[in-house]
């Protein structure tokens, strides 16, 4: 697949889509890790990520819980909804660590020419921290990544040097990917896109397919709610004024699915079929054989290929059972 690339006054647009800012220098010292131990979002503390192993020592730290890492996307910071969302909605939860990757400034500037292979840098870094911080008593079977666009690609890098630092002795349980980032990452040029190799079980969740992001399946199961693409139930007629809110509705939505599906942690949601195409979800073409999928955190990890569903328009987004039948 070819790819045009045409710049405009310092913008770069890909595929008709936007993907650059102001010039930008960071360095990976100012990213950090915040752990957060509840019960509001106030409560947590920043740790460098040279100091990123005193996390597993912290006196609220619970090595017999699991251990999620998240990571925002592009130019987002953590004051941003998303982070806020997804951190209380694992609050909420109960039964998880929580650590959240700020990494606003490597995640400005320029998208094509400075996020991107700050990300990739970043990632490598981060699967050096994380191999750190298994050794210093992190249950490494324990750990999951989680990352929103570029954060999702950020989640790719890390699991890929886990694997080659560790000799291929150490692989990430899993990785889930909020509607990963689409340029540069497919057809994966300059970048290399998250693949079902990253981790053991890598589930991703597409709702802006072809704009922001991934358009192809990238994962072990990949679910794509109302067809995975622009226009999202709920979401305004886009302006394509980029980066605006209505531009980027769709994409948010991912997040939005996934933090339901957390918080409302006993409450079965998401209910996807697999089958080969969104044509065929709407004709009841579905995989016979196979078990209804929840998306987001209590996906089977036994599921493999492409899964449909619907979604409401607003929140409670999950339509429970009835969603895994076109209406």
Not at 118 to 141: E, F, H, I, Q, T
Not at 270 to 293: A, N, P, Q
């Amino acid at each position: 697949m070819n790819k045009l690339l045409v710049v405009v006054s310092g913008l770069v647009i890909a595929v008709g889509v936007w993907v650059g800012m102001k010039p930008v220098r960071a360095h990976l010292d100012t990213a950090k890790f915040m752990f957060f131990y509840g019960p509001k979002f106030e409560d947590h503390e920043t740790y460098a990520l040279e100091k990123a192993e005193d996390i597993v020592l912290h006196g609220r730290f619970d090595k017999n819980k699991k251990t999620v890492m998240y990571f925002h996307g592009y130019i987002e910071t953590p004051e941003v909804e998303s982070v806020h969302v997804i951190a209380d909605a694992y609050l909420k939860r109960g039964d998880h660590n929580i650590i959240i990757l700020d990494w606003a400034q490597l995640a400005d500037g320029n998208y094509l020419l400075e996020a991107v292979p700050n990300c990739k840098k970043l990632g490598s870094y981060l699967g050096a921290v994380v191999l750190r911080m298994v050794n210093a008593g992190l249950d490494v079977n324990k750990l999951h990544l989680v990352g929103h666009s570029l954060g999702g690609q950020l989640a790719g890098y890390i699991g890929r040097t886990v694997i080659s630092q560790s000799d291929k002795q150490i692989k990430l349980n899993r990785i889930s990917a909020l509607d990963p980032a689409f340029p540069p990452f497919y057809p994966g040029i300059f970048a290399t896109a998250l693949s079902s190799k990253d981790a053991n079980f890598v589930d991703v969740i597409h709702t802006d397919a072809w704009l922001y992001g991934a358009p192809v399946s990238t994962g072990t199961a990949d679910f794509w709610p109302n067809n995975g693409k622009t226009l999202q139930p709920g979401c305004p007629k886009r302006n394509y004024k980029l980066l605006t809110d209505n531009d980027l509705c769709s994409h948010r939505r991912s997040w939005w699915f996934w933090a339901e599906s957390v918080a409302e942690s006993n409450l079965p949601s998401f209910h996807s079929v697999r089958c080969k195409s969104w044509d065929d979800f709407k004709d009841g073409k579905v995989d016979r054989s196979g078990t209804v999928v929840h998306m987001g955190i209590d996906c089977s990890h036994d599921a493999k290929g492409d899964y449909y569903l619907q979604t409401n328009g607003a929140s409670p987004y999950s339509k429970g059972v009835s969603g895994a039948k076109f209406e």
